[in-house]
């Protein structure tokens, strides 16, 4: 990164949260408005925003913006904090650059990128209307009302996905709730993330009396569209979404269908107390640990023991089942009944619900295994619901396992777009980009959810997997133990540190953590997966091979993996290889 950076890209341009980079006309402009920048500042800010998600070391920024001269780091630093103060950033906020403690600066947003002929003019406007749901403010004084703020808003959110996918874009709830207490304004709001209308509510209690106020506002010019109270106990709730979604369409004259209508007034259960412990459910749900995660089911359990119907509340115990072996190491032959009754009941109860389809689609690929009906299930739960970024980042992992990589890539994009705050759509963005063996995405996906989340395990792990497979072992081994801190145990992490101590001729180490495998599975379940992927590393196939089918009889989800995962391609041409792949079925479709 040598010689300036003035005569790179002339005819590019990047857009973010309302701001645009001119990098041909060497402006910062928002809203069609110049916001004045010395030269070396505009330098910095198209140099960050041209290397988006990379970490830039100091000292290359230094030697790129002002190329053959000499300059102290505090020059630097000030330009930083220039570029921070116009783009109306915080300290500490990291929305746009993140300082990253002893290396450098890191640029975050999500852009848009085009290149273009002087000639052709901009491009035309988006075709759907944007629309974000504010985190509801808990008014109560009683903190224990939060995981009812937390349930309004993510129903929200569920619910005007649902309205008009074609015309409707709804922001996901990850990136919404970055905006919980925010000082921006509404119009700032809507500008960053291309949003039109934007809804704020609050919630108050007293006692059992519950007052609930939503507000529809154009983000443009911060005017209010609508605005309702819902005064009652908490049974009132329930209209809350009906009356939304109707409010909604009326303002930005979308047309709905009586069966639409009805679709979406059914949505949820119409027992008062079985809705309150659905929202408990999807408070701890969204917590993603498992502790937590147990707790949601519980809770999702005791809804459907009051209303046996309840669709939403059987996926959820379907999602929070299917997810276990995968976060948690639990064995999934324990659960897989248990699993698959959830999904048939989440579907039959209502098969309509982009939620149930989608628990349908991650039942079936990583428990059931048949990714054909997998696939079927998560492209009619996003006719179902456009805005689900649920369902496309897992379209995603699906079609990326099955070797579809270009799908698989525009999937999860579209998850990334519509939830850019979503550690986890970085995170898998990068196992998709992996194998897909494109090294250098899968690096800055990775480097992406940790600016997010710095303490996201599954972060520190995909870079951990993708700098081993390019040769950095020694940067590999220290993401893993980052991530081995972090993740609580699972068995992910001391395997893979196993095949990385193989892969570095640290033979002992493998084994010694071989021994520590047999240790821990003295006390709980460790998959078998976590056993043959250290012998792989240490490439003794025979090993290799009876853990797998060990795997195999413990229905061990990691296995899943085995079709892509480039640490297997040395075993691709043996025949054992191919016939275990035909066993589990992976082979179909």
């Not at 904090?81 to 947003?109: H, M």
């Not at 406007?125 to 903190?143: E, H, K, T, W, Y």
């Not at 996905?161 to 919980?180: C, K, L, N, W």
């Not at 101590?501 to 071989?514: G, Q």
Request: glycine share 8%.
């Amino acid at each position: 990164m040598t010689g300036g950076v003035t005569g790179e890209t002339p005819r590019r341009r990047f857009e973010f949260a309302g701001f645009c980079v001119d990098a041909g006309k060497r402006c910062l402009t928002r809203g069609g408005r110049m916001i004045p920048l010395t030269s070396k500042a505009f330098d910095t800010l198209l140099l960050l925003v041209m290397h988006r998600g990379q970490v830039l070391e100091k000292a290359a920024i230094m030697g790129a913006v002002w190329p053959d001269t000499i300059v102290e780091e505090n020059n630097l630093t000030q330009h930083i904090s220039k570029l921070r103060q116009v783009l109306g950033e915080a300290r500490g906020e990291n929305r746009y650059i993140a300082t990253v403690p002893g290396k450098g600066y890191c640029f975050t947003a999500e852009l848009r990128d085009q290149e273009w002929e002087e000639t052709n003019g901009d491009a035309g406007p988006a075709q759907q209307i944007g629309i974000g749901v504010l985190p509801f403010v808990n008014l109560s004084g009683d903190a224990e009302r939060n995981y009812l703020t937390d349930g309004l808003t993510e129903e929200s959110i569920a619910t005007l996905g649902q309205i008009d996918p074609e015309h409707f874009s709804v922001i996901g709830r990850t990136t919404m709730m970055a905006y919980r207490d925010t000082k921006r304004t509404l119009t700032e709001i809507g500008k960053e993330l291309g949003t039109a209308y934007l809804i704020e509510g609050s919630l108050r209690t007293e006692g059992e009396h519950v007052r609930i106020t939503t507000r529809l506002i154009r983000a443009s010019d911060q005017a209010l569209m609508w605005s309702a109270t819902y005064d009652g106990k908490p049974s009132s709730l329930l209209a809350l979404q009906r009356e939304l979604a109707d409010a909604l369409a009326e303002q930005v004259r979308l047309s709905l269908s009586p069966v639409r209508l009805r679709a979406l007034g059914n949505r949820q259960t119409q027992n008062a107390e079985a809705y309150d412990l659905y929202l408990r459910g999807r408070f701890f749900w969204n917590q993603f640990t498992p502790v937590t995660t147990r707790k949601a089911m519980e809770y999702f359990m005791r809804a459907t023991a009051l209303d046996p119907d309840y669709a939403l509340a059987w996926s959820g115990i379907a999602d929070a089942l299917g997810s276990s072996p995968v976060t948690g190491d639990v064995p999934a032959r324990s659960l897989l009944a248990r699993a698959q009754a959830a999904v048939a009941q989440a579907v039959r109860s209502d098969a309509g619900l982009a939620e149930s389809q989608t628990s349908l689609g991650f039942f079936s690929f990583w428990l059931g295994w048949d990714w054909v009906e997998s696939e079927k299930a998560y492209r009619k739960a996003l006719t179902l619901d456009g805005s689900y970024a649920f369902g496309y980042r897992m379209l995603g992992i699906l079609l990326s396992h099955k070797c579809r990589h270009e799908e698989a890539a525009a999937a999860i994009r579209r998850a990334r777009e519509l939830d850019p705050l979503n550690a986890m759509n970085r995170a898998l963005s990068s196992q998709i980009a992996f194998v897909a063996r494109d090294p250098a995405a899968a690096i800055q996906f990775a480097r992406e959810a940790i600016v997010i989340d710095p303490e996201f395990w599954i972060g520190h792990f995909q870079l951990a997997q993708v700098l081993l497979d390019t040769g950095a072992n020694d940067a590999a081994m220290e993401s893993l133990n980052q991530s081995a801190r972090l993740s609580g145990g699972n068995s992910k992490t001391l395997s893979l540190r196993g095949y990385l101590a193989a892969r570095m001729d640290r033979a002992w180490e493998a084994r010694a953590i071989l021994d520590t495998l047999h240790a821990i599975a003295e006390a709980r379940f460790v998959p078998p997966y976590a056993w043959a992927l250290v012998y792989a590393g240490l490439r003794e196939t025979d090993l290799v091979f009876e853990w797998l089918r060990r795997a195999e009889k413990e229905h061990d989800v990691h296995l899943v993996f085995l079709t892509v995962d480039p640490k297997w391609d040395f075993l691709r041409s043996d025949p054992r290889f191919c016939a275990l792949l035909e066993d589990c079925g992976f082979m179909r479709g």
